[in-house]
């Protein structure tokens, strides 16, 4: 019976800043997420889950 495993890691790091305002804190949060590269992630907490599926869709486990 072939099987399918949907896989998930999610990655939490923290940066923290000074701003004047939350607009201008938004704007610098925004510049901070879209330029963070994959080694800014690299001391981050990490979490890990999975959902297995039968072919034809029938659920085994469902994400934790």
């Not at 704007?27 to 800014?40: F, G, I, R, V």
Request: hydrophobic letters at 35%.
């Amino acid at each position: 019976m072939e099987y399918h495993i949907t896989m998930e890691r999610t990655q939490r790091i923290v940066f923290s800043f000074t701003a004047n305002n939350d607009s201008e804190a938004e704007e610098k949060a925004n510049e901070l997420c879209n330029s963070a590269a994959p080694s800014d992630f690299a001391g981050g907490d990490e979490e890990r889950d999975y959902a297995l599926c039968k072919s034809g869709g029938i659920l085994v486990k469902d994400w934790s």
